[in-house]
C-alpha cells in the first residue's frame, strides 16, 4: 500500500509571496492532518479536515489555511510569506476510526 | 511549561543495551499515545500507539503508560546502530486527531 505523499518535496519562496502545499493520503484514509515543524518550535498541529470539512485547528495566524477535496486530497496555503515560516510541513493521514496518524516525507520550504 | 515535556539528549548507548525514553505531560484529557521515530530529513514514523494504562509490546519495542502519574515511556530491547534517530512522544484528546509532540530524544546507538 502506497503511503502519503507530498510534493513538492522542497520549496524556495521570497517573503511576501504565498506557497500552496499538496498532500495525498493513504488509500481509505479519509482524515489528513497538518503539522509544521521547526527547530526550535517542534512538531506543532496547524489543522485536521475530514470530508472536505476542517475539524480542528491549531494555534496559527489566518495566514495559514487548508481545504480537502472529495478524494480526500488536500492542500494547505500559507499567504504572505515571512522567514518564520521556514519549516518542514508534514502531512498525515488516518482512518476515521482510529486516531493513528501516519505521516508524509514533508515539504521543506524555505523562505529568503 | 509545555504540556509534553521530554529529555532532548542526545543519548548514547553500545549496541545491544536495553533504551529508555521517556515523557511526562500535563494535560490530563490526553486519552491515546503514540511514540514516532525520525530518522534525520524524513517524515516521522509511527512505531508504537496505546490508548490505555499500562504496556504494549511490539517485538524489541515496548511502550509503557501511567497515566496517574502522566508519564509514558519507550523501551527498546536489543538496540541497533539502525535504531539510532529521533524519538518522539505524542499525546493526543479522544475526538481530535491534533498531536501534542515532546520535543523528541536523539537517540545514537554505537556499534
Known amino acids: 500500500k502506497a503511503g502519503v505523499t507530498q510534493t513538492p518535496r522542497y520549496l524556495i519562496k521570497t517573503r511576501g509571496q504565498q506557497v500552496t502545499l499538496s498532500c495525498s493520503p493513504i488509500s481509505g484514509h479519509r482524515s489528513v492532518s497538518w503539522y509544521q515543524q521547526t527547530p526550535g518550535q517542534g512538531l506543532q498541529f496547524l489543522f485536521e479536515y475530514f470530508s472536505e470539512t476542517q475539524r480542528n485547528k491549531g494555534n496559527f495566524p489566518g495566514r495559514f489555511s487548508g481545504r480537502q477535496f472529495s478524494n480526500s486530497r488536500s492542500e494547505m496555503n500559507v499567504s504572505t510569506l515571512e522567514l518564520g515560516d521556514s519549516a518542514l510541513y508534514l502531512c498525515a493521514s488516518s482512518f476515521s476510526e482510529t486516531y493513528e496518524q501516519y505521516f508524509g516525507p514533508g515539504t521543506r520550504l524555505t523562505v529568503t | 511549561q509545555k504540556e509534553v515535556e521530554q529529555d532532548p539528549g542526545p543519548l548514547s548507548v553500545p549496541e545491544g543495551a536495553i533504551v529508555s525514553l521517556n515523557c511526562t505531560y500535563s494535560n490530563s484529557a490526553f486519552q491515546y499515545f503514540m511514540w514516532y521515530r525520525q530518522y534525520s530529513r524524513k517524515g516521522p514514523e509511527l512505531l508504537m500507539y496505546?490508548?490505555?494504562?499500562g504496556n504494549k509490546e511490539d517485538g524489541r519495542f515496548t511502550a509503557q503508560v501511567d497515566k496517574s502519574s502522566k508519564y509514558i515511556s519507550l523501551f527498546i530491547r536489543d538496540s541497533q546502530p539502525s535504531d539510532s534517530a529521533t524519538y518522539l512522544c505524542?499525546?493526543?484528546?479522544?475526538?481530535?486527531?491534533?498531536?501534542?509532540f515532546g520535543s523528541g530524544t536523539r537517540l545514537q546507538v554505537q556499534p
Open positions: 496505546t490508548y490505555s494504562s
Open positions: 505524542a499525546p493526543g484528546n479522544t475526538g481530535r486527531r491534533a498531536l501534542t
